[in-house]
């Protein structure tokens, strides 16, 4: 990203059928550009979310591993905050590429995010629900 946040997508098909994503955000630690020349951001609405100085950055991980599922503490979809090893909150279903980066965008890069939503395709196109009625009864993330 512009600000020096990383995106990872990692999407594994076998035979046409989804069996494995890894999609992460890894927000610019610190901008040292920022540092060195901080009227440039500061006068760039596509920076003012992520400028404030009480901004705590952490890494957000949205993984589908069906392999390796094991109900409630190991979601076939799920979301890790941080880098905690057994942080898997439960997700409703995989996530497509647009609404990962939509995800990002509106809770990250929202200015940006306001002014340019008009221009973005959008597809109606989900993959399957994954979650079970167990994990349901949990805090979740479900998309609607």
């Known amino acids: ?3 020096g946040a990383l995106i990872q997508m990692l999407y594994s098909y076998r035979d046409n059928k989804l069996v494995f994503h890894r999609l992460a955000f890894f927000p610019a630690p610190n ?4 540092q060195n020349e901080p009227d440039i951001y500061e006068d760039d609405e596509i920076y003012a979310d992520i400028l404030g100085r009480n901004i705590v950055t952490f890494p957000i ?9 094991e109900e409630i503490e190991h979601p076939k ?4 905050l941080g880098q905690y090893k057994n942080c898997r909150i ?3 279903e995989p996530l497509t590429p647009e609404i990962f980066i939509v995800f990002l965008l509106r809770n990250f890069y929202n200015t940006a995010f306001q002014k340019y939503t008009q221009k973005l395709n959008t597809s ?3 993959f399957n629900q994954t979650i079970t009625n167990k994990e349901k009864s949990l805090l979740h993330l479900g998309i609607f």
């Open 1 to 3: 990203m512009l600000d």
């Open 31 to 34: 901008l040292e550009s920022f």
């Open 61 to 69: 991980r949205f993984d589908y591993d069906p392999d390796n599922f």
């Open 77 to 80: 979809t799920h979301a890790t």
């Open 90 to 92: 439960p997700v409703s």
């Open 124 to 126: 109606s196109y989900r």
